[in-house]
């Protein structure tokens, strides 16, 4: 399915929204990039209430106790508001079969149709989430069909931020791999806005957070599992079980886990790089940021889900979970990450990689359908043990499929 939220913007007569940032704390392009405009991203039924999701409100608190709500049939009250870091919740009670949500301040209204409450269709799912602008749409497919086939997903939602190379339709076409119960692209294309670094704040980049806290409220609210990774990120265990047994496990129903960079191969050759070419490490690489999984329906309800953890619950790594971040599978949007980048950099061969992702993203038939092969000399190849594994795999599909 594709789902396009029903967005409402500030007001005309009322204030923009003004960035969190010091002026002298703003780079060259900030004011372009950063979100002054939007209200709510989207407005949606959950449960008997109807929720916006939206950035913060910042200097709009108060300008808000002045704005009128309404439906269709007529006032209702001002909603109550949960302030969350880069992102705001407003909860409204409305009639059963209200229809519309009505904004309006002195000189002018917005409105917006309420979305139905997707949730019952992702009920029981483990499902992969992500944003993502103008990738590969065969690192998308990859993407998928690893978490598919290595950790149990059979549902994916993917927030597109305003891809200009391809429409949604054919996002929607990637992710719909075999082993795909529910796929849905959400057109998200809101301003990204300003990141920050090690010198400036992190304090402008709503539209991911928006996205999560959506995804957690009105579409994954009754998963099984809600996994955010990134196209780049490939999700793999070390014991035997699953991202989303070992978030099913923890206490507060969320996992936690790092991640470790990898590389193609500098010998390569051809033009695109797939994941299955990362199979190279840095040894003294620091770790790559947190990721996490969660079950939606057991955290905490003040809580909020970001990019890197979670606000309002304390747990440690899960030490079972950790991800290969394909440095490589990258449109380089924030910095360059080819591999002229690296020029010097000593590299050593995975052979965990090799086993795993060289056979687990092989063609349906057992034909490698991966257009280029990374240099790999004769004694750097898969150990026996992991190559009987992938044999047995491969005949147990076979026999499935004659049953």
Known sequence: MVIHPSSIDIPAGSPRREPPRPAHLRPLGYGERFDAETLYFDVFREGSSVVAVGPPLLNLVEESKSWRFATEGGSIRRPSVVQLDRSHRSVFRTAPNSSTLVVSDQQSQQSALIGPDLSSVFEGTRALMTLQLDNDLEWVRDWVRWHVRAQGTDAVVVYDNGSTRYGLEDVLDAISVEGIRVAAVVEW???????????????????????????????????????????????????????????????????????????????????????????????DDADSPM???????????RSQLVVHGARGITTPPTSPISYWHMRPISTHWKVDRSMSSLEGAALVHSHLIEGQVG???????????????????????????????????????????RE
């Not at 980049?205 to 809600?226: N, P």
């Not at 009987?388 to 076979?398: E, I, Q, S, T, V």
């Open 189 to 283: 294309s809101f301003p990204y806005g300003p990141q920050g670094s090690d010198d400036l704040p992190w304090d402008s980049d709503f539209t991911q957070y928006g996205a999560i806290e959506h995804a957690r409220r009105r579409l994954l609210r009754r998963a099984a599992g809600m996994l955010s990774v990134d196209v780049d990120e490939l999700v793999y265990a070390v014991r035997n079980r699953t991202v989303y047994e070992c978030a099913a496990a923890s206490p507060q129903g969320f996992a936690l886990f790092s991640g470790i960079w990898s590389y193609a191969d500098p010998a390569s050759t051809g033009s695109q790089v797939r994941h299955a070419d990362c199979q190279w490490l840095r040894p």
């Open 291 to 301: 990721k996490w999984c969660a079950v939606p329906s057991r955290l905490p309800q």
């Open 359 to 401: 056979w687990f993203l092989l063609g349906s038939e057992g034909v490698d359908t991966h257009p280029i092969r990374p240099r790999t000399p004769p004694e750097r190849v898969a150990s026996f043990a992991t190559l009987l594994g992938w044999k047995l795999r491969r005949l147990a599909r076979r026999l499935l499929k």
